[in-house]
């Protein structure tokens, strides 16, 4: 691929890659204590309803009770309230499939657009911020997302590249001519075709390196944020990742969505990433293609996404949330 982007390594360091997004998973796993006593009144729903039609792909709650969600069908953000079920759309859709989508601590929501690019939508008001083009290959898939406290990190699953948004000065938002590309080599082995290659995103737990999910290959690699090159993740006797999706981490519990098995699987990983050990299988009778997933207090939120069945403006979707 050509590129007229600056290269990776003369913007950011990886001893800055200590992700934010950590700080908000602690954050929505705690809840704030008039959460925890509402909830300790009333029980949270289960199944929360979306609106027919949706698609749902992405989800990202912050430290409030509130899930973000994106659709594939036409790129809308919905909100829904944990506590009641009841949601809203706060922005409507360009006409873009939405697939990932993170949440800072400022309130942006950063969203993977699939085709070229990516979004940012303020969660207060559903305002537009800035949108930028990632990639002018003919071929993309802009997949998932993960924030560091320097750059926001997208996937493309197909290409063999991560594309990076570099935060400014108290987090302020790049130019366009300032998106970066990091292609990926070492273990990484790109699969030709219409398969999905780099797929779910997170970072390691000490927060030095990347961590991608390869869902058509099955591999976890840790990516050099530096240079690109990764190494495949020592899984023990794990079965492969092929339906791995979404990648959510807390502390050093690593929860890997597969979707067409309707399941997160739960592995325990060393400090740098570089291996980790299976613990169990988690799932629920009504994950339905769960593709990514989201924690809030001792709950994970999985939106499913049906992808087994044809979808039409009628056809229903929900979040499912299953006991940690």
Same mark, same amino acid.
């Given at each position: 691929?050509?590129?007229?982007?600056?290269?990776?390594?003369?913007?950011?360091?990886?001893?800055?890659?200590?992700?934010?997004?950590?700080?908000?998973?602690g954050?929505a796993?705690?809840?704030?204590?008039?959460?925890?006593?509402w909830?300790?009144?009333?029980?949270?729903?289960?199944?929360?309803?979306?609106p027919?039609g949706?698609?749902?792909?992405?989800?990202t709650?912050?430290?409030?009770?509130?899930?973000?969600?994106?659709s594939?069908?036409?790129?809308?953000?919905?909100?829904?309230?944990?506590r009641?079920?009841?949601?809203?759309?706060?922005?409507?859709?360009?006409?873009?499939?939405?697939?990932?989508?993170?949440?800072?601590?400022?309130?942006?929501?950063?969203?993977?657009?699939?085709?070229?690019?990516?979004?940012?939508?303020d969660?207060?008001?559903?305002?537009?911020?800035?949108?930028?083009v990632?990639?002018?290959?003919?071929?993309?898939?802009?997949?998932?997302?993960?924030?560091?406290?320097?750059?926001?990190?997208?996937?493309?699953?197909?290409?063999?590249?991560?594309?990076?948004?570099?935060?400014?000065?108290?987090?302020?938002?790049?130019?366009?001519?300032?998106?970066?590309?990091?292609?990926?080599?070492?273990?990484?082995?790109?699969?030709?075709?219409?398969?999905?290659?780099?797929?779910?995103?997170?970072?390691?737990?000490?927060?030095?390196?990347?961590?991608?999910?390869?869902?058509?290959?099955?591999?976890?690699?840790?990516?050099?944020?530096?240079?690109?090159?990764?190494r495949l993740?020592?899984?023990?006797d794990?079965?492969?990742?092929?339906?791995?999706?979404?990648?959510?981490?807390?502390g050093?519990?690593?929860?890997?969505?597969q979707?067409?098995?309707?399941?997160?699987?739960v592995?325990?990983l060393?400090? +740098?990433?570089?291996?980790?050990?299976?613990? #169990?299988?988690? %799932?629920? *009778?009504?994950? @339905?293609? !769960?593709?990514? $997933?989201? /924690?809030?207090? +001792?709950?994970?939120?999985l939106?499913?996404? #049906?992808?087994? %069945?044809? *979808?039409?403006? @009628?056809? !229903?979707?929900? $979040?499912i /949330?299953?006991?940690?």
């Amino acid at each position: 691929m050509t590129s007229t982007h600056r290269s990776f390594p003369d913007r950011l360091s990886r001893r800055r890659l200590l992700t934010v997004g950590a700080a908000a998973a602690g954050a929505a796993l705690a809840g704030s204590s008039a959460d925890q006593a509402w909830a300790a009144g009333k029980s949270l729903p289960t199944v929360i309803h979306l609106p027919n039609g949706i698609r749902p792909e992405g989800i990202t709650i912050g430290g409030g009770p509130y899930a973000y969600l994106g659709s594939i069908a036409d790129g809308s953000v919905y909100r829904a309230d944990l506590r009641t079920g009841q949601g809203r759309t706060i922005a409507p859709g360009p006409g873009t499939a939405a697939a990932g989508l993170k949440l800072d601590g400022r309130g942006r929501l950063f969203i993977a657009t699939v085709g070229t690019g990516a979004r940012v939508v303020d969660a207060r008001t559903g305002a537009e911020l800035a949108s930028y083009v990632l990639t002018t290959e003919s071929e993309t898939f802009v997949n998932d997302v993960v924030l560091t406290p320097r750059a926001v990190w997208f996937t493309d699953s197909y290409q063999p590249t991560l594309y990076a948004l570099p935060l400014g000065p108290g987090g302020a938002l790049p130019d366009a001519a300032d998106v970066l590309r990091l292609p990926l080599s070492g273990d990484w082995s790109q699969v030709p075709g219409a398969t999905i290659n780099a797929n779910g995103i997170t970072r390691t737990p000490d927060g030095g390196a990347l961590l991608v999910v390869q869902t058509g290959a099955g591999g976890l690699h840790r990516v050099d944020p530096r240079t690109g090159v990764t190494r495949l993740v020592d899984l023990g006797d794990a079965a492969p990742l092929v339906n791995g999706d979404g990648l959510l981490l807390t502390g050093r519990t690593l929860y890997a969505v597969q979707n067409m098995q309707n399941a997160i699987d739960v592995f325990r990983l060393s400090p +740098d990433g570089r291996s980790g050990v299976f613990q #169990r299988r988690l %799932t629920d *009778p009504d994950l @339905d293609v !769960p593709t990514t $997933v989201a /924690a809030y207090g +001792d709950r994970l939120y999985l939106p499913n996404a #049906r992808f087994t %069945t044809t *979808p039409t403006p @009628d056809t !229903p979707y929900d $979040v499912i /949330a299953v006991e940690r």
